[in-house]
């Protein structure tokens, strides 16, 4: 809840699943689905299933691999894609979560994680930075 909250405070969080990478001059860019909106801003129309793009800089090790799912949390930036819509840069101040899937939740060393991120996931959705 420190890095939503106050470090530096996040503009967006979204549960998302990467549904393919591209190259494009010098970025990665990730089109994702919007499994659910946790906050948002500035990209008022978005809602479940839709698609976004997540950029970040080719130079950046990191890298998000299709068919995952993440929690995908940052600032707002300026940028829009094609269609208009607001676009994502990822940088040194976005935090990405790997979501495990149900059956690594189900085994006892990644239980307690699970139940945490369950646990922030819904009460940042529901309450944001009211706590």
Same mark, same amino acid.
């Given at each position: 809840?420190?890095?939503?909250?106050?470090?530096?405070?996040?503009?967006?969080?979204?549960?998302?699943?990467?549904? #393919?990478?591209?190259?494009?001059? !010098?970025?990665?860019?990730?089109?994702?689905?919007? =499994? /659910?909106? @946790?906050?948002?801003?500035? +990209?008022?129309?978005?809602?479940?299933?839709?698609?976004? #793009?997540?950029?970040?800089?080719? !130079?950046?090790?990191?890298?998000?691999?299709?068919? =995952? /799912?993440? @929690?995908?949390?940052?600032? +707002?930036?300026?940028?829009?894609?094609?269609?208009?819509?607001?676009?994502?840069?990822?940088?040194?101040?976005?935090?990405?979560?790997?979501?495990?899937?149900?059956?690594?939740?189900?085994?006892?060393?990644?239980?307690?994680?699970?139940?945490?991120?369950?646990?922030?996931?819904?009460?940042?959705?529901?309450?944001?930075?009211?706590?």
């Amino acid at each position: 809840m420190n890095f939503a909250c106050y470090s530096p405070r996040v503009h967006y969080a979204f549960l998302v699943r990467v549904q #393919r990478e591209s190259q494009e001059s !010098a970025f990665r860019v990730y089109e994702v689905k919007i =499994k /659910e909106p @946790l906050q948002f801003t500035t +990209d008022s129309r978005i809602a479940v299933e839709q698609i976004r #793009r997540f950029v970040v800089r080719a !130079a950046c090790k990191t890298r998000l691999a299709a068919g =995952k /799912e993440y @929690l995908l949390m940052g600032r +707002d930036g300026e940028t829009r894609d094609s269609n208009d819509r607001p676009q994502y840069l990822l940088d040194k101040n976005s935090w990405i979560e790997e979501l495990p899937d149900s059956r690594r939740c189900k085994a006892t060393q990644y239980r307690n994680t699970c139940g945490q991120l369950e646990s922030f996931t819904t009460s940042f959705g529901i309450n944001g930075c009211r706590i």
